[in-house]
């Protein structure tokens, strides 16, 4: 069996999604299912990472936020037919549009990991060569069954759709080493509870609501942020305006996460939109035995992976009062502290990279056997997981 996953970026880079399809490349071929990845970089060269193989392909031009690469249609070309399944991971117009042309006696699997949300214009130009590759994908996996449920880009495909979650490969999670940052600031979290969120600062992840929500913390309580981007000298400005740099701490961009996730208390996403699909951090955070507050967004996975009442607390979205409450009682009842923590390491057990693995090698083994069965004269009637 031989797989080729398209993707975005290549080894090296750190978001959510990337980080997910590496440790599944790892785990697919340590189960010896010959797993490649097809993905853009600065340059257009083979090489390996943690057991897979990818094809690093120079990216000539973005629009819109979608790599383009004439190196990828390329190299597609030269390497489709080597493979069984060709797994595209979307949004990812160049893939998407690419596997049209995938022979018919190959299997395609579309990985949805987002809808394509805020580019709204270009997506009535596109929209009819995404649900072209929809009408062409055998099987549509979705990450929530909220997601799959409020999607309208996959409304008509829904009979062909699974869910299965995404996964993290627990070794990543147990590096030990203290970030930088993280020693230039512990003497300020010295004896405080610490809530912690970790995200790009662009609109839809509501850290506005959460800097808001510190006016309403209990006094031993600090909140660090982690990450930077577009909106984080505004979230500056407002730390110093509403005089909280006593109660609210940027850290920008660090090396290891780890190091915030496993020293915090409560771990807390604010996001206000669907545009946060998943939120791949909560399972992060789930590990390190982290009670989660999250936001009640229609359609969001945040609350598929944080169970209301089980592993933390859900709350109305864009309320810094709701947060705070919610954040406020965690941290002060310590027998409440206890069984959330308790049961955010048993949650996390679900979304171990070898259980997601395992679903998607059924997967992978129901959709050939289907296959062969059909070319054999034999109808099968088997289902995925």
Request: hydrophobic share 40%; with cysteine.
């Amino acid at each position: 069996m031989k797989i080729l996953h398209l993707g975005k970026l290549c080894p090296s880079n750190e978001g959510g999604i990337e980080l997910f399809s590496y440790d599944l490349l790892e785990y697919l071929n340590s189960k010896g299912i010959k797993a490649d990845l097809l993905c853009f970089g600065s340059e257009t060269i083979k090489n390996s990472y943690k057991g897979f193989d990818y094809f690093s392909c120079k990216m000539n031009i973005k629009l819109n936020s979608a790599p383009i690469s004439i190196d990828y249609v390329r190299k597609f070309r030269e390497i489709i037919n080597v493979y069984d399944i060709i797994h595209v991971h979307s949004p990812n117009p160049l893939a998407e549009l690419l596997s049209l042309f995938v022979p018919k006696n190959k299997k395609v699997i579309v990985h949805w990991h987002s809808d394509i949300v805020k580019q709204k214009i270009t997506y009535l130009f596109y929209k009819p060569i995404q649900q072209a590759f929809l009408k062409r994908a055998d099987k549509i996996i979705c990450t929530s069954p909220q997601y799959l449920e409020t999607s309208k880009q996959l409304k008509n495909f829904k009979e062909k759709a699974v869910v299965v979650p995404l996964g993290l490969n627990i070794e990543r999670l147990n590096t030990k080493d203290n970030d930088l940052k993280y020693e230039n600031i512990k003497d300020k979290l010295n004896g405080k509870k610490v809530v912690l969120s970790i995200g790009r600062f662009v609109e839809y992840k509501g850290f506005e609501y959460l800097v808001e929500s510190a006016k309403y913390f209990k006094e031993n309580t600090i909140l660090v942020i982690v990450g930077t981007g577009p909106l984080f000298g505004k979230i500056e400005e407002m730390i110093k305006r509403e005089n909280l740099n006593d109660k609210v701490i940027l850290t920008g961009k660090v090396k290891n996460i780890n190091s915030f996730l496993s020293k915090c208390d409560v771990f807390c996403l604010p996001s206000i939109s669907r545009n946060e699909a998943f939120g791949l951090v909560l399972v992060e955070a789930l590990y390190f035995g982290k009670p989660l507050v999250t936001t009640n967004v229609e359609g969001s996975g945040m609350n598929f992976v944080n169970i209301d009442n089980f592993t933390g607390f859900v709350v109305e979205p864009r309320n810094p009062k709701a947060l705070a409450e919610a954040i406020n009682k965690i941290l002060s009842d310590e027998d409440l502290y206890k069984i959330l923590s308790q049961n955010a390491k048993k949650r996390f057990n679900e979304f171990k990279i070898e259980a997601i693995g395992d679903k998607i090698i059924n997967l992978y083994k129901d959709i050939l056997t289907y296959n062969y069965s059909i070319e054999g004269g034999i109808k099968s009637g088997r289902k995925s997981c």
